[in-house]
C-alpha cells in the first residue's frame, strides 16, 4: 500500500463513507423490500450501527489514530481489536464482490460467468487499495458525483410512475427482522471512518478531529436520509412488485424515457457496480492500514528497546 499520510480532507472521507452506505444499499439484493418493513429495517439498521460506533465517534473528535490508542493501552487488546477488524472488512469485502458481482451480471453482463466478473472487480478493489488513501479519496468524490447524477435522472424520469397510493408489501415482524439482519450486515463504514483517521489533514490535531467527527455525523444522518429516500422512492414507483424484483433500482431504472437514453438501467447499473468495487478497494486499504497501525507501534516499541 502506497504511504498516504494526512491527504484527505474531512469532506472527502464524508463522500467516501456515504458512496459505500449508498452502495451496499443497492446493488445488494433486497431481502424484505424497500417499502413497508423495508423503510423501518432501514432506518432502524441506520440508528443501531451509529450507537454501536458512538464511542469511536466520541473519540474521533481528539483527531488521532484509534486503532493505535488501544495499542498503547495494551498490546494485545490493540492487536485483537485490529486483526478482528480487518477481518470483518475482508468478510465485508468478499461479500460486496459475491453480490455486486451478481448484479452486474443481472443487469450488464448476462452472458459472462458470475466467476469472471468476481475477478475483474476483485482485481479492481486491489489495485484501487494499492493507489492508497489519496487516490481512493478522489476517485470517491467523482463515482458520488456520477452516481448522484445518474440516480437524480432515474428519479426524475419515473417521475410519471410514482403514486404514493400504492399498496406496499405487507407489514410482517417476521419479515422486518430478516431485513434488519440483512441490512446490518451490509456495514463496514464505520470501521473504515476509524482506519481513516490518521490519514485526515485539517490542521493539528484537535482541529483535524474535530472535522473528522463532524464528518462522521454528517454521514450519518445523509445515511439515514438517503435509506429512507429510496425506500419512499421504490414504494412510490414499484409498489408491491419491489418484493417481486431482488434490485429495485434496476427496476426503476429501466421505466425511465428520456431524451438521451430510452432506459437508464444500464448505464446505473455500470456506475453503482463500479461504486461497489470502490468499497471493496476501500475497506481492503483498511484492513492493512489498521493493521499497519499496530505494526508501527511495535516497531517504534522494538526500536525503543534497542536504543535502550
Given at each position: 500500500?502506497?504511504e498516504n499520510?494526512?491527504?484527505?480532507s474531512?469532506?472527502q472521507l ?19 423490500g ?5 423503510l423501518a429495517?432501514?432506518v432502524t ?10 464511542p469511536l465517534?466520541v473519540?474521533?473528535?481528539?483527531g488521532?489514530?484509534?486503532?493505535a490508542a488501544i ?6 487488546w490493540g ?9 470483518l ?13 451478481q448484479f452486474a ?6 452472458s459472462t460467468?458470475v ?9 479492481f478493489?486491489?489495485y ?11 476517485a ?8 448522484a447524477?445518474?440516480?437524480l435522472?432515474?428519479?426524475?424520469a419515473?417521475?410519471p410512475?410514482?403514486?404514493f ?8 415482524a417476521?419479515?422486518?427482522?430478516t ?7 451490509r456495514?463496514?463504514e464505520?470501521?473504515?471512518f476509524?482506519a481513516?483517521?490518521?490519514?485526515v ?13 463532524a464528518a ?6 445523509a445515511?439515514v436520509l438517503?435509506?429512507a429516500l429510496?425506500c ?12 417481486m424484483?431482488?434490485y429495485?433500482?434496476?427496476a ?9 437514453f ?5 448505464i ?5 457496480t463500479?461504486?461497489a ?17 499496530c505494526?508501527?507501534?511495535?516497531i517504534?516499541?522494538?526500536?525503543c528497546?534497542?536504543?535502550v
Amino acid at each position: 500500500m502506497q504511504e498516504n499520510s494526512h491527504k484527505i480532507s474531512a469532506a472527502q472521507l464524508f463522500c467516501i463513507l456515504l458512496l459505500m452506505r449508498i452502495s451496499a444499499e443497492l446493488v445488494y439484493p433486497t431481502r424484505g423490500g424497500f417499502g413497508g418493513t423495508g423503510l423501518a429495517a432501514a432506518v432502524t439498521a441506520e440508528i443501531i450501527r451509529f450507537v454501536v460506533a458512538l464511542p469511536l465517534i466520541v473519540y474521533s473528535f481528539k483527531g488521532r489514530a484509534f486503532y493505535a490508542a488501544i495499542w498503547r493501552r495494551n498490546r494485545f487488546w490493540g492487536w485483537a481489536s485490529a486483526v478482528g477488524a480487518a477481518f470483518l472488512l475482508g468478510g465485508f469485502t468478499a461479500r460486496t464482490v459475491v453480490y455486486s458481482s451478481q448484479f452486474a451480471q443481472r443487469i450488464l453482463l448476462t452472458s459472462t460467468p458470475v466467476l469472471l466478473i468476481a475477478l475483474l472487480l476483485l482485481g479492481f478493489a486491489v489495485y484501487s487499495a494499492v493507489k492508497g488513501a489519496e487516490a481512493q479519496a478522489r476517485a470517491g468524490v467523482l463515482f458520488l458525483a456520477a452516481a448522484a447524477v445518474i440516480t437524480l435522472l432515474v428519479i426524475l424520469a419515473d417521475i410519471p410512475y410514482m403514486r404514493f397510493d400504492r399498496e406496499l408489501p405487507q407489514w410482517t415482524a417476521e419479515l422486518f427482522v430478516t431485513d434488519l439482519i440483512d441490512r446490518l450486515t451490509r456495514s463496514g463504514e464505520y470501521l473504515v471512518f476509524a482506519a481513516l483517521l490518521p490519514y485526515v489533514r485539517d490542521g493539528g490535531k484537535a482541529e483535524s478531529g474535530t472535522r473528522s467527527g463532524a464528518a462522521v455525523l454528517w454521514y450519518a444522518l445523509a445515511g439515514v436520509l438517503s435509506a429512507a429516500l429510496l425506500c419512499v422512492f421504490f414504494g412510490a414507483v414499484l409498489g408491491e412488485y419491489q418484493s417481486m424484483t431482488e434490485y429495485p433500482l434496476a427496476a426503476a431504472a429501466s421505466l425511465s424515457d428520456i431524451v438521451l437514453f430510452k432506459r437508464l438501467d444500464g448505464i446505473t447499473g455500470a456506475v453503482w457496480t463500479l461504486a461497489a468495487a470502490f468499497r471493496c478497494g476501500m475497506m481492503l486499504f483498511s484492513a492493512f492500514s489498521i493493521l499497519g497501525e499496530c505494526r508501527k507501534k511495535e516497531i517504534g516499541r522494538a526500536s525503543c528497546r534497542e536504543r535502550v
